[in-house]
Every structure is written in C-alpha cells, then in structure tokens.
C-alpha cells in the first residue's frame, strides 16, 4: 500500500472541506484521483467567479 504524504493531502483536505462543507470522514474516504478531481473543478469554479468579477 502506497502511502500519500500527509502534508499535502491535508491541504486537500482542508481545501475540500472550506468548498464543499463535507465532514472529515467523507473527505478521507475518497480516493487520491477523487479527490483531486473536485479540487481541479472547484479550482476552475473559482477561477471563473474571479474572472467575472474583474469584468464587472
């Protein structure tokens, strides 16, 4: 079993949870791949809301 450093998948973690509001258990549960697809689309959400408001 490979295991992920612990550093980074907390700042996953801490990531996900500020965005989605889901408990720690659920966020863990997820797999690596998972995990880093919700934060590349939420980071494209956020991305998108910044661009918007600059336009304004």
Known sequence: MK?????????ELIYLAYHLH??????????????ARLIQGIAALNARAWEEARQL
């Open 3 to 11: 295991h992920y450093p612990i550093e980074p998948l907390w700042q």
């Open 22 to 35: 889901w408990d720690l258990d659920q966020l863990i549960d997820l797999e690596h791949a998972d995990r």
